[in-house]
Each structure stands twice: as structure tokens, then as C-alpha cells.
């Protein structure tokens, strides 16, 4: 009986403390935040459309096309025929019911992330407020005004052309930039010289109702207050809104430190700080220097022993500054990570579609992860987009790519009335408070080219001395009080430029300075030699355009318009000369090519070989130039542009360049007067022991010259290791026919590097004509393919209309050195090889009949 008894005791008391905790259980669940997304919705153009279904975030011109209202914005002229959208108001409605615990909780907001741009927003018929910034939050206390059924959510956007009008009108006067300037948006939309004119509207971010009891963060800030090898002190920022006056708790955990503070909050807003102190911390670095570690933090509230609300988030411990010291050539330009001065190579990104919520979380990790096995370390996020979504910058921070972070603005000058720059100052706090925690953001700069153009394009010839005044303060007052001011406050670790370039090529001063934008190669049809010449202390914009492969232009084309100036690829070639220029520079250095596929192949080893000048000028010039930022890294659309990923994610010539060019440890041969000059330029942080190996021969194999040089490579250095006349190397030969292959091997001859060199322009090589053999082996990631030629075979390009990633491409073959090279398939396949296409230069134009076979 006892046993039977204990048994119903034991029982009973099991009962009595599950029902505890599950009444507790239900407690908590009842005071941590609730929130829903608001992702159906309908829309039509203003006032009497026909609605249609579509799912936020979203733009008019997505959803028209989603829903087969208008052909792709993309092929062919289309971009002209859909310029009526802009000019339309367009309404957004959502009928939603709610679960009873909105009803029953202190705080229930309605979040806006983001509104493309001028909207008036009503909830049951009543007005909540109105939005005039597409790069701005809204939000609404709106506790008051919700139903448990049939809740409508109303939005009327306005055109942004038509509000751009009217504010030109109520001005008097153009500024430069022209009506875009008026309008809080991204400035892209109204037409680049690589992108679309698409100016969209829409919701374009989440829309969520959210929910909290008693108290809830308003922001965290996780503020890096001291660094040092043995111990880092954090102080916890945080910003909490109180329904009242209570007591709490808010506690912080920082990997495994934990620190937790009883607090008595007042009704309102309230600022609280804890200092967290953690033992030998591990830095975080930036690609190709070390591991960019990070640190999870929990920030909770706790109020009455039940949590209120939680913020999570990650950073990493690292110090970044921006050095610019005067010496004897001007002044530097150069970024120190954790005390030591860091090359940055990368280059300038813009959003990847004209239409941003078409870009799906895969399509940013994809291109964040070429970006690094592209041994690139910065990004420049340029000003005339947008401030890109949060993912973006968590996959920064992850992979160990810096962020230049431009603010929003680019090649104009903005209004200045009171409204607008209120409207600036709220903008720039909310993305430097959003951003301020990522440890990859390196720089903020106020704007793209508008000092620039300002002081150096002829805009103040355009205003008489009255306006010139009033446009120029207007100027003054955004760039060097409130944004200055803004980062000083909120962000005060990280440095603030005024405008990028801080001099164009125009005046002098750029090469020795600040950072330069050097467009006299492209705009100017200057040589690409003068990269070697016209070297600044950081490179933050250069380029050349090129065509995407034909698979990119036949998405958007029939084979009729396959002509480089037919009316279909002249709409998708933005830059009034681009074609004109291409064709000039490639009949300076390339045969013509045989036909338009070959023409687009030729255009992308144009682009390719001329930047490979520019980026390996500047590597070799460290420490005087501490930077290589190329425009553009990818496109918005399928295009004609300077960049080096395509619109589909398909790398140009450029993007493997760039790659062997980015290395952290490159030989970098150059042509001075009559000699033959070999860097080594090494970015490692320690010392390198190698053979330097430099053979010269013909395009048949024959070896005429050879060296082999131990060298010691400095860490973080760019140093002459060999030099010697070409006539010597050549000892009779003929320029046209030798390849000079510099190789840089381990102590144990393990190959580190290998480049080839040549001493004439392509057109002038006697390129043989080559069979390429093939062989290919499935792997565990796909297919490895081996090529072997007899002869030379140079700038081997290798294509497939399966979809999938070649580990290399447009390389050289020497004579009997085969290559073996990677394909990796989108999908699944068992077999690859009998549609792939394989050609080489001398495959692109008409070979005359004296060409050696």
C-alpha cells in the first residue's frame, strides 16, 4: 500500500508542475514579441484600374509582368514601350484578419521597411501618414485602429516623375542631375549609362504588424570601445521604450561572456549601457588575411522574470581606420585593419536588377562568394543605388569583404529647402544606425562625382553668382555638416569622406591625394598604358566596356538584331559612345573579328587585358597607391557595360582576370624602355622563400632564354626581382612569335604562380593555328576537363549551353603544357562534353595565308 501511495503522491506532484510550467510557458509566449507579414496583397493603376493579385515586397513594373500584364521589360525595345508606368498612380490594398493577442498587447506598430517613394497609407479608411523616402522605415502606432476581421491596408503611390515635375517648377530652375534630384529614391532608376530607365514604385521592402508587452528595444548598439591582443571592452548600447514605470533586466551575451543589469525604466524612452570585457580576442580579418570571426550577441529584457523582448545579432572585433597623412607626394590614402596597412582590391557594385525584389537570397550569396574566389576584400556599394538589405551585409561580414559605403547620392547637386534636408539627416540615421554594427563597413562616403562635377564639369556655367551660391551651400550643408555629423554621432569608429573622387583627372592633384576615379582610358580614348601612368594613391573607380556572351544577348534578342548597332542591342548599350570606343581600342590591339559571337569574345579580352594593366599598375606601385576598385563588378540588367559578372552571373574575361590579378602573391611583369621588369607583389603577412622562373619561347615550344632566381619575398610588399633587356631575351627572334612564362615556385616546387607575358599587341602575334585536344572525367563536383596543344593556343575559351561554372577561362595553353580546369553544373548531369565549344584567338578573325600552322 505504501508503494501504491508514494506512486499517487509522486503522480500528483508531476501534474501539479507540468501545469506550472505550462501556464508559465504560456506567459512567456504571451510577452515575447508577436508579429506577422503582410505578404498578399492586390494593386491596380489609380483610380479605376482592374486589381490585380501580387505578393510584397514587390514594384509595379515586377508585378505587371508577374501577372502578364506587359511583355519582359527586358527584351528587345521593350524598356521604350513601358516608359508609361512612371506617369501612373498606382494603389496597393491588403485585407487581413487578426489572432485576438494583438488586442491584447501594449504595443502593436504597423512597419513600413521600405516605400518606392511618394505614398499616402490608410488603415480602415483612415489616413496614417504619408511616405516621401525610399530609403527610409515608417512606422505607425496603430493599437487603436485594427478589427479582428476584414482589416484593409490601403496605399496610393504617386508618380515620381509627375511630384519631380512640380518640384522643378516650384524651384525656377534645373539642377544638375536633372528632376531625379528631387526625389528621395534610387537615382539609378531614372537611366544610367549602363542601366534602364525603370523608375519604379511599390513596396519594395517587408510589411509586418508587430507586437510587444510592457517594454521592447528600440536599438542596440554594439559599441567596440578598446581592442588589444588580451582583451576587448564592449560597451551594449541599448535604447528601450516602456509602456511605464517598471523594473527590469536586460542582460547581454557576447560568445561566452555574459553580463546582466537590473534596471528601473521610465515610461518612454530609456538609455541603458553594460560593459562586456572579453579575454583574448580573436579579430576579425578581412579575406585572404585571416579569418573574419565573429561573435553571436543575445541582448534580452526581461520584465517581472518573463522576457519581453530579444535582439540577435553578430560582430566581429577589429580595428579600421582610414590614413591620410601628408608626405613628400601629397598625401596618403590607405585603410589600416588591426594596425596594419591592407591593399584593397575589389571593386564598385551596383543592385543587381533594376527591379531590387527580383534578387533572391541565393542571388546574394552566389555573388558574395565570387567575390571571394576572387581574392577581392572591398566592396564599393557606389551612391546612385541603394543601401543594400541587410543580408547583403551579413554575407560581408561572414566572408571578410569590406564595405565603402557610399551614401545615396551621385553625379548631381540636390535641393536644399528645409523638407529635403530634414528628410536627408532622417534617412542618413536610420542606414547608419542599421549598418553601424557590421564589422565588413569600412568607409562612409557622402557622394559619387558630385564635388566632381561641381568643380570640374561645367555645371556653375549653367547660374548666374546668386544660384551658384545658394546650390553650393545647399551642398555644403548636406555633405559637410549633416552627413559628417551624423556618422560623428552615431557611428564614430568608422571614417567619413566627403565625395569620391576627392579630385578628377582633370586636376593634377588626383594622382597624389585622396582617392581618384581615372576615366581618361574609356572616355578620354587615351592608351591603356597610361594605367601605369596616371597611378593615384587609391584607385576607387576605373574601367572599360565590354559585351556579355551570346548566351546572356539571346535572352533578349531574335538573331536578327545580332548586330552590334541594330536598334535592339543600341537600346541595350547605354553610353552615347560606347560601341564607337569599343571598336576604336580593339582596332588598335585585335584583328577585326569574323562575325558578331566572335566580336563579343574579343570584346571581353579587350576589357580583361586592358584592366589587368590598371589593376597590376597599381598593385606593383604599394605603398604608394593602397587600392584597386574597378567599375563595375555585375549588371542590373542584360547589358553592354564595364562590368565583370554579367546580369545572369556569368563571368566576363575580366572576372578571371581579375582573380589571377587579385592573388595575394603575384609576379607582375612590365615592358620599361627596352627592358623586361618583374615584380613580385605579395599582400601575405609573412615572409616568402621562392624561385622566381622565367623561360622565353616560341609559339612552337622552342625554349630561347631561361632564369631561375631564389628570391625572398618582404610581407605586404611590391618590389622589382628581375630585370634584363629584351633585346637580350631575344637574341635575334622575332617579337611576334615568343612567350615569356614567369612562374613563381616553393621551396619544395610547388607551383605559386604562373603568368604569361608577351611583347606586342595581340594583332600583331603569329598566332598558329591549333588543334586543342580534349579529356574530359566526371568528379565529385562535376567535370575536370584537360586541354593540350602542340602549338600555343592563346585565350582559350571554353562554352556550353549547360548552365554551370568553369573554374577557369580565356587562359593561354603553351606549347605541350596541358591545363585542366573545373566545370561545375547548375543541375545534376552524367555526362558533359559533346556540345562544348572550344575556341582560341586566332579562331576570331580571318587568318591570312602567311599565319604559321
Not at 512 to 534: I, L, S, T
Not at 590 to 595: A, G
Request: negative net charge; contains cysteine.
Amino acid at each position: 500500500m505504501k508503494l501504491v501511495y508514494l506512486s499517487i503522491c509522486c503522480l500528483l506532484l508531476s501534474m501539479t508542475l507540468l501545469a506550472c510550467v505550462q501556464s508559465d510557458t504560456n506567459a512567456v509566449i504571451k510577452k515575447v514579441p508577436y508579429s506577422i507579414e503582410l505578404k498578399n496583397w492586390e494593386f491596380r493603376r489609380a483610380p479605376k484600374g482592374k486589381w490585380f493579385k501580387t505578393s510584397v515586397p514587390t514594384s509595379v513594373h515586377a508585378a505587371l509582368y508577374d501577372d502578364n500584364e506587359i511583355e519582359d521589360p527586358f527584351y528587345r525595345n521593350n524598356e521604350k514601350k513601358l516608359q508609361w508606368i512612371e506617369d501612373e498612380n498606382w494603389e496597393f490594398q491588403s485585407t487581413f484578419d487578426l489572432d485576438s493577442v494583438f488586442f491584447k498587447r501594449d504595443f502593436v506598430y504597423l512597419n513600413f521597411e521600405g516605400l518606392d517613394t511618394y505614398a499616402d497609407i490608410y488603415l480602415n479608411g483612415e489616413k496614417l501618414g504619408a511616405a516621401d523616402n525610399m530609403f527610409r522605415s515608417w512606422r505607425y502606432d496603430v493599437k487603436n485602429k485594427l478589427k479582428t476581421k476584414n482589416n484593409l491596408l490601403h496605399l496610393v503611390f504617386y508618380s515620381a516623375t509627375k511630384k519631380d515635375d512640380r518640384k522643378m517648377a516650384e524651384l525656377g530652375y534645373e539642377l544638375p542631375g536633372g528632376k531625379r534630384v528631387f526625389t528621395r529614391k534610387a537615382q539609378f532608376h531614372y537611366g544610367w549609362d549602363w542601366g534602364p530607365r525603370f523608375v519604379t514604385t511599390g513596396i519594395w521592402k517587408s510589411v509586418q504588424l508587430k507586437s510587444f508587452d510592457d517594454a521592447h528595444f528600440e536599438d542596440v548598439y554594439i559599441q567596440q570601445k578598446e581592442l588589444t591582443d588580451e582583451s576587448a571592452n564592449i560597451e551594449a548600447q541599448l535604447k528601450i521604450n516602456s509602456q511605464h514605470y517598471q523594473e527590469a533586466k536586460v542582460a547581454v551575451t557576447v560568445g561566452d561572456e555574459y553580463v546582466e543589469k537590473n534596471v528601473s525604466l521610465a515610461k518612454g524612452i530609456n538609455t541603458i549601457s553594460l560593459d562586456v570585457n572579453i579575454t583574448d580576442p580573436i579579430r576579425w580579418w578581412s579575406n585572404g588575411l585571416g579569418e573574419p570571426h565573429l561573435y553571436p550577441v543575445k541582448t534580452t529584457l526581461s520584465i517581472n522574470r518573463k522576457m519581453a523582448d530579444m535582439d540577435q545579432k553578430k560582430i566581429g572585433l577589429r580595428t579600421i581606420e582610414l590614413v591620410t597623412e601628408k608626405d613628400e607626394k601629397g598625401e596618403s590614402f590607405y585603410f589600416k585593419l588591426n594596425g596594419i596597412p591592407v591593399f584593397m582590391k575589389g571593386a564598385n557594385y551596383i543592385p543587381q536588377d533594376i527591379f531590387h525584389t527580383r534578387v533572391t537570397k541565393d542571388d546574394y550569396k552566389k555573388l558574395i562568394e565570387q567575390v571571394v574566389i576572387s581574392n577581392m576584400n572591398m566592396l564599393r556599394v557606389w551612391g546612385g543605388g541603394i543601401y543594400e538589405q541587410e543580408l547583403f551585409y551579413e554575407l560581408c561580414d561572414k566572408n571578410g569583404i569590406l564595405v565603402w559605403q557610399d551614401f545615396m547620392f551621385a553625379c548631381a547637386m540636390y535641393p536644399s529647402d528645409a523638407d529635403f534636408l530634414e528628410n536627408i539627416k532622417l534617412e542618413a540615421e536610420e542606414n547608419v544606425r542599421r549598418l553601424r554594427n557590421h564589422p565588413s563597413i569600412a568607409l562612409w562616403c557622402g557622394n559619387n562625382e558630385n564635388s566632381e562635377g561641381w568643380h570640374r564639369w561645367g555645371w556653375q556655367a549653367n547660374f548666374g553668382k546668386r544660384k551658384k551660391e545658394t546650390i553650393a551651400q545647399g551642398y555644403d550643408k548636406v555633405f559637410k555638416e549633416i552627413l559628417p555629423a551624423t556618422v560623428k554621432t552615431l557611428s564614430p569608429d568608422i571614417a567619413y569622406w566627403e565625395s569620391s573622387p576627392k579630385y578628377g583627372r582633370g586636376n593634377p592633384q588626383h594622382q597624389f591625394e585622396g582617392d581618384a576615379h581615372y576615366w581618361g582610358v574609356w572616355h578620354d580614348a587615351e592608351p591603356f598604358e597610361m594605367f601605369e601612368q596616371k597611378v593615384p594613391r587609391f584607385m576607387s573607380e576605373f574601367g572599360f566596356q565590354s559585351f556579355p556572351e551570346l548566351k546572356n544577348i539571346e535572352s533578349f534578342t531574335e538573331e536578327e538584331d545580332h548586330a552590334i548597332d541594330s536598334e535592339v542591342m543600341l537600346v541595350h548599350q547605354k553610353h552615347p559612345r560606347g560601341n564607337k570606343l569599343i571598336k576604336e581600342y580593339m582596332e588598335r590591339d585585335y584583328n577585326t573579328p569574323k562575325d558578331f559571337e566572335h566580336f563579343l569574345y574579343v570584346s571581353q579580352l579587350l576589357q580583361a587585358e586592358g584592366m589587368r594593366i590598371g589593376i597590376e599598375a597599381h598593385r606593383r606601385a604599394m605603398p604608394y597607391c593602397m587600392g584597386s576598385l574597378y567599375w563595375q563588378l555585375n549588371d542590373c540588367w542584360p547589358v553592354a557595360s564595364w562590368s565583370s559578372i554579367d546580369y545572369y552571373g556569368h563571368w566576363k574575361a575580366l572576372q578571371y582576370y581579375a582573380k589571377q590579378s587579385f592573388e595575394p602573391l603575384i609576379t607582375s611583369p612590365t615592358l620599361f624602355e627596352d627592358s623586361l621588369h618583374v615584380y613580385l607583389v605579395s599582400d601575405l603577412q609573412e615572409t616568402v622563400n621562392a624561385e622566381l622562373r622565367i623561360t622565353a619561347m616560341d609559339f612552337q615550344g622552342t625554349e630561347l632564354a631561361k632564369a631561375s632566381i631564389p628570391v625572398t619575398i618582404s610581407p605586404n610588399n611590391s618590389s622589382i626581382y628581375y630585370r634584363e633587356k629584351v633585346s637580350e631575351l631575344l637574341n635575334g627572334h622575332a617579337k611576334d612569335n615568343i612567350v615569356f612564362d614567369i612562374r613563381l615556385n616553393d621551396e619544395e616546387t610547388n607551383l605559386l604562380y604562373q603568368r604569361n607575358f608577351y611583347l606586342e599587341k595581340p594583332k600583331k602575334l603569329q598566332l598558329p593555328i591549333t588543334d586543342i585536344k580534349k579529356e574530359i572525367l566526371k568528379n565529385d563536383t562535376g567535370f575536370s576537363i584537360k586541354l593540350k596543344s602542340d602549338q600555343l593556343a592563346k585565350n582559350v575559351y571554353i562554352s556550353s549551353p549547360r548552365a554551370g561554372f568553369f573554374s577557369n577561362n580565356f587562359f593561354d595553353i603553351l606549347p605541350n603544357q596541358p591545363v585542366t580546369i573545373n566545370f561545375v553544373p547548375s543541375e545534376q548531369m552524367e555526362d558533359f562534353g559533346e556540345d562544348l565549344n572550344i575556341i582560341s584567338l586566332v579562331d576570331s578573325y580571318e587568318v591570312k595565308k602567311n599565319k604559321k600552322k
